[in-house]
Structure formats: structure tokens, C-alpha cells
């Protein structure tokens, strides 16, 4: 087993890439029997990638928005 940290790119998530993952996220959380808003909320708040199932590459495809990204589309979603 091999120890190598891996690394995100996170230079070609745009808006619209933003709210797909997010899309794809939530349906897999559901799927998996998760409440969504909790698990996302603990994701933002903490930091922590545990909150996120690793079901179809929730948690990688989460990795690579920035938080502070995510918690702006997010805001400008709602605000909207």
C-alpha cells in the first residue's frame, strides 16, 4: 500500500462544474440513505472529507471545490 498524497486540481472547477458535482454529490448521498444538507453542512463547517461518502467518487469529486468556493456558489444560488 502505497502513501502518496494526492494531489487536486481544482483550476478547472467553474460555477456550472460547481453545482454539477453538488448535483451528483446529493444524489448519491440520498442514494446511500444520508441526509444531504447535514452531511454537506458538517463537510463545510468542519473540513472534514468524512462527512462525504466515498459512493461514485463523492468524496473526490467534493475535494476539488475549494470551500470557500462552495460556500459562495452556494450563497449566490440561494441569493439569487
Do not use: H
Not at 14 to 21: G, P, Q, R
Not at 29 to 39: D, T
Not at 60 to 74: G, M, T, V
Amino acid at each position: 500500500m502505497e502513501n502518496n498524497t494526492v494531489l487536486f486540481d481544482t483550476s478547472e472547477v467553474t460555477s456550472e462544474n460547481t453545482k454539477e458535482i453538488l448535483i451528483s454529490v446529493v444524489e448519491a448521498l440520498e442514494e446511500r440513505g444520508y441526509n444531504p444538507i447535514n452531511q454537506l453542512v458538517g463537510y463545510i463547517i468542519s473540513g472534514d472529507l468524512g462527512y462525504i461518502s466515498s459512493y461514485k467518487e463523492s468524496r473526490n469529486k467534493i475535494a476539488k471545490i475549494d470551500r470557500n468556493n462552495l460556500i459562495e456558489e452556494l450563497l449566490k444560488s440561494y441569493l439569487r
